[in-house]
T-cell receptor, first 113, second 117 residues
Framework: AQKVTQAQTEISVVEKEDVTLDCVYETRDTTYYLFWYKQPPSGELVFLIR??????QNEISGRYSWNFQKSTSSFNFTITASQVVDSAVYFCALSEGAQKLVFGQGTRLTINP | DSGVTQTPKHLITATGQRVTLRCSPR?????VYWYQQSLDQGLQFLIQ???????AKGNILERFSAQQFPDLHSELNLSSLELGDSALYFC????????????????FGSGTQLSVL
């Protein structure tokens, strides 16, 4: 069965610090997709990134970077030089053959000024 | 703004009642998904429709039903409501395909907050 674990329930850092959000997944499939979504205080879920199981290249987008390691079934998300606007709940999710997302429990990130 | 519209934003009702949540997908999207977000269960997939037909089903209770209409908007009906049904209900949409496409990016609405008293 698919499972996504985000062990960090809450993280609080001071602005400009780097922070890494952990995501560990379980799946029996060889083909799957991993996602990160952001849920800001306004409530809607915003897509951040998608990665397929055959692409282990790390990705950087501005201050955001993602580290996909198939050997450890992890897809971690790092925010460099964090800003107050990064405060949100971040969800890691997994999708296999069935067209549905299985979400982790989320990590609430608070960036303090 | 994701382009997905959900109404109403807030709904307060009593146990035993029935409510209907409405979702309009992004223009051009054929797939609609419903998710429930609660404190104890987290974000759970309920059901997906593609171009009017049910495509996938998750942990949706028998008291809940959904449909997608010819104009592609969708409604989620919740009946015989219980206290435990209080949650944030999200609708999401994607371009969709007649074949399952697990790599699709979903666009979420801002949700309907349901409170059952």
């Amino acid at each position: 069965a698919q499972k996504v674990t985000q062990a960090q329930t809450e993280i609080s850092v001071v602005e400009k610090e780097d922070v890494t959000l952990d995501c560990v997944y379980e799946t029996r499939d060889t083909t799957y997709y991993l996602f990160w979504y952001k849920q800001p205080p306004s409530g809607e879920l915003v897509f951040l990134i998608r990665r397929n199981s055959f692409d282990e290249q790390n990705e950087i987008s501005g201050r955001y970077s993602w580290n996909f390691q198939k050997s450890t079934s992890s897809f971690n998300f790092t925010i460099t030089a964090s800003q107050v606007v990064d405060s949100a709940v971040y969800f890691c999710a997994l999708s296999e053959g069935a067209q549905k997302l299985v979400f982790g429990q989320g990590t609430r990130l608070t960036i303090n000024p | 703004d994701s382009g997905v519209t959900q109404t109403p934003k807030h709904l307060i009702t009593a146990t035993g009642q029935r409510v209907t949540l409405r979702c309009s997908p992004r223009s051009g999207d054929l797939s609609v998904y419903w998710y429930q977000q609660s404190l104890d269960q987290g974000l759970q997939f309920l059901i997906q429709y593609y171009n009017g037909e049910e495509r996938a089903k998750g942990n949706i209770l028998e008291r809940f039903s959904a449909q997608q209409f010819p104009d592609l908007h969708s409604e989620l009906n919740l009946s015989s409501l219980e206290l435990g049904d209080s949650a944030l209900y999200f609708c999401a949409s994607s371009v969709g395909s007649h074949r399952p496409a697990p790599n699709e990016k979903l666009f979420f609405g801002s949700g309907t907050q349901l409170s059952v008293l």
